[in-house]
């Protein structure tokens, strides 16, 4: 039923594409949810608080929710059969449907607290999903940082968009973003701050560094087709969501602007390059991801920065290639660290000669992740420029990072055997058509980024080609990360792996002398003073309740002595409080 749900709505999406073709304008329905009048005077737009479900439908809205539904079309064939053993298959796909519910309205959503509420809907879902081995503990441990995390960032999403509706009484973008410079009392630093609390909840989202944990802490305990969607789809929906409300970032200020872009491209060189720290196959895919999407970030806020540049739709494009590449590179090293029964890429080996199908098929994920953002870098960034040098690190990291993956299970002696026969290391008949689709999708989504026409009907506005040099050049840089990487296994791959494991072994030391110093300075003070506050909250209910009761008591004796003599008794004691505090007296 999830599979035949999703294949309905791509027949109903491709319908609507079908009609958007026809027209220059957005299909766009409004509904009004409630309105309510909270004031008499004052700016009309502060007399009443309402929400309107205003369904916007463009082209970009299409083409992003396609990329979505083929990525889940994989990920639940594939689960058929690779998740058979999964608990609770009944709940597992019945999440599913109801994520892609939450992720059709988060495209479609044009107001803000209509957004915020899908947004919320697909976060609860998506902690479920990557929580599912409820039964497991190491599973549950490592889901709270997918609940903690993502609620702290989804969070400042929501602050921003109440720190919007305070200055500007309305959450439609279609009156919002007029009037971001014209509505009375409107200043730069309120502008400032909803635009980094906007760009910090789709920053956890996007999965950037150091962001990027409930993902990496959750690859290989969650459901592998699960955590390739979440790793893909929320790519596609975050950075959708980026494009339409960077006209904020834009109308605070270019300093704003140019920290943003700073941020991604410490994320797009941090996230593959700590991928390389460490043989853990699957938490290195989710790093070498985020730092590609970190680069599609990068040159869509780079195109609204340069205002003479219309490429930040290509940053958009980008993404949309590299989500279903990077969903197939998922699944089919999950399926190779299935058959080897290990997640160490030094056990692993001849996965070419006795899986050659998810062989291959991770090795077409992995190039097509590394090259999707080749069309996006020759669109939007000049080579010469800082942040063309600064992506081009990037790049060759991304490229040696998804090629390292590769060439350590593919090659070499197999010395983690399955139960001592290595004849069992073999495919998995019924899931392996679903990584090369993934794969397919995600090169033809990169052609289609090459290509002038294609931009101009996301976006719809004129674009004119890239320069044949540019794309070239790009290229040659991820093939140079390609060759580079494979002459170096070539000559040692142990050596190779062996100084990635020494490496990731001092990562996780320092990460824990982190977490510890956290916890000693931190979190334990915190939890010291919530546990003396609940501690007094108690003692202090007692004391205040035993004064209470010996109150009552005192003027229940007082109704029931008799009136003369307590009236003489405070008379004479008032008359020798007055006697003694006299000035002479007092001298």
Same mark, same amino acid.
């Given at each position: 039923?999830?599979?035949f749900? $999703?294949?309905? $709505? ?9 009609? &958007?073709? %026809? ?5 766009v329905?409004t ?9 008499f005077?004052g700016?009309?737009n502060?007399?009443?608080f309402?929400v ?5 439908v463009? #082209? ?8 979505i539904?083929?990525?889940m079309?994989? +990920?639940?064939?594939w689960h058929?059969?690779?998740g058979r ?7 597992f796909h019945?999440? &599913? ?15 803000l607290?209509e957004?915020?509420?899908f947004w919320a809907?697909?976060g609860?879902?998506t902690?479920?999903l990557?929580?599912h081995r409820?039964?497991v ?10 609940l903690?995390?993502p609620?702290v960032t ?14 500007y009484?309305?959450?439609n973008?279609?009156?919002? &973003?007029p009037i971001? #410079?014209t509505?009375p009392?409107? $200043?730069v630093?309120?502008l400032?701050v909803?635009?980094v609390?906007?760009f910090i909840?789709?920053?956890?989202r996007?999965?950037?560094w150091p962001?990027s944990?409930?993902i990496t802490?959750t690859a290989?305990?969650?459901p ?9 789809a ?10 339409r409300?960077m ?8 300093q704003?602007?140019r +920290?943003f872009i ?5 994320a797009?060189i941090a ?6 720290l ?9 790093l ?12 869509l806020m780079n195109?609204?920065q340069v205002q ?5 739709i290509a940053?958009v494009a980008?993404?949309?290639?590299i ?6 590179a998922?699944?089919?090293?999950t399926?190779?660290a299935? /058959?080897?029964? $290990? ?7 001849d996965?070419?000669r006795?899986?050659r199908a ?7 994920s992995?190039?097509a992740m590394?090259l ?17 040098f600064a ?8 490229a ?6 590769f060439?350590?299970a593919?090659?070499g002696?197999l010395r ?5 026969e ?13 990584p ?5 999708a995600?090169g /033809?989504?990169?052609?289609?980024s090459l290509?002038a026409?294609?931009l101009?009907?996301?976006?719809g506005? %004129?674009?004119?080609?890239?320069s044949?040099? /540019?794309?070239?050049?790009?290229v040659a840089? +991820?093939i140079?990360g ?6 170096t296994?070539?000559?040692? %791959?142990?050596g190779?792996?062996d ?5 990731g072994?001092?990562l996780r030391r320092? !990460?824990a002398v982190?977490f ?5 300075f931190?979190?334990a003070?915190?939890?010291?003073i919530?546990r003396r ?6 003692e202090?209910?007692g004391?205040l309740?035993g004064?209470?009761?010996? !109150?009552?008591?005192? /003027?229940l004796?007082?109704?029931?002595a008799?009136?003369?003599p307590?009236?003489i008794?405070?008379?004479v004691?008032?008359a020798l ?10 001298r």
């Open positions: 039923m999830a599979m749900g $999703t294949v309905v $709505t791509l027949l109903l999406t491709l319908l609507v594409t079908w009609g &958007l073709t %026809k027209r220059s304008t957005p299909f329905a509904y009004q949810y409630f309105n309510m009048s909270v004031a005077s700016p009309t502060f007399q009443t309402g309107e479900l205003v369904l916007h463009d #082209h970009l809205t299409v083409v992003a929710l396609l990329a539904e083929i990525c079309i994989a +990920a639940i064939g058929q059969v690779m053993t999964e608990p609770g298959a009944a709940r019945a999440v &599913l449907t109801a994520l892609l519910f939450a992720f059709s309205g988060i495209l479609m959503s044009w107001d607290a957004l915020f509420g809907i697909g609860a879902l902690y479920l990557l929580a409820w039964g503990d190491e599973a549950a441990s490592r889901a709270r940082v997918a903690a995390l609620f989804d969070l400042s999403l929501l602050c921003g968009i109440a720190w919007l509706y305070a200055r009484g309305t959450q973008l279609n009156t919002l &973003l971001l #410079h509505n009392g409107w $200043t630093r309120s400032v909803g635009s609390l906007l909840g789709i920053a956890g996007l999965a950037l962001l944990s409930w802490q290989v305990t969650a592998a087709a699960a955590s390739a969607l979440a790793q893909s929320w790519s596609v929906v975050a950075v959708a969501v980026l494009y409300l006209p904020v970032v834009v109308a605070s200020n270019q704003t602007i +920290a700073s941020f991604s491209l410490v797009a996230g593959p390059l700590l991928g390389l460490g043989n853990e196959p699957r938490r290195a895919i989710a070498v991801g985020s730092g590609a999407v970190a680069v599609a970030a990068a040159v195109g609204f003479s540049s219309t490429f930040a940053g980008a993404v949309l290639a989500a279903p590449a990077r969903a197939g998922s699944l089919a090293m399926s190779i299935g /058959a080897m029964r $290990t997640d160490d890429l030094a056990e692993m080996g996965a070419w006795r899986m998810t062989s291959g098929a991770f090795l077409a992995v190039v590394a999707a953002v080749t069309g996006a870098l020759a669109f939007g960034i000049q080579s010469r420029s800082y942040n063309g992506l081009g690190i990037a790049l060759l990291l991304i040696i990072g998804g090629v390292r993956l060439l350590g593919s090659f002696p983690r055997r399955r139960a001592f290595p004849d069992r290391v073999r495919e998995t008949p019924g899931a392996l058509g679903w090369y689709w993934l794969a397919v995600g /033809a989504f990169w052609v289609a290509v026409s294609w101009n009907f996301l976006d506005q %004129k674009h004119p080609a890239a044949a040099g /540019a794309m070239v050049l790009w840089v +991820a140079v390609f060759a580079a990487c494979t002459v296994f070539a000559l040692s %791959k142990d190779a792996l100084a990635s494991a020494i490496a072994l001092w320092a !990460t982190l510890g110093v956290v916890a000693r931190l979190i003070p915190t939890t010291d919530a506050l609940g501690d007094w909250i108690p202090g209910d004391a309740g004064v209470a009761n010996t !109150t009552g008591r005192l /003027a004796a007082a109704t029931r008799p009136a003369l307590v009236v008794v405070l008379a004691v008032l409080v007055f006697a003694l505090v006299a000035p002479g007296v007092a």
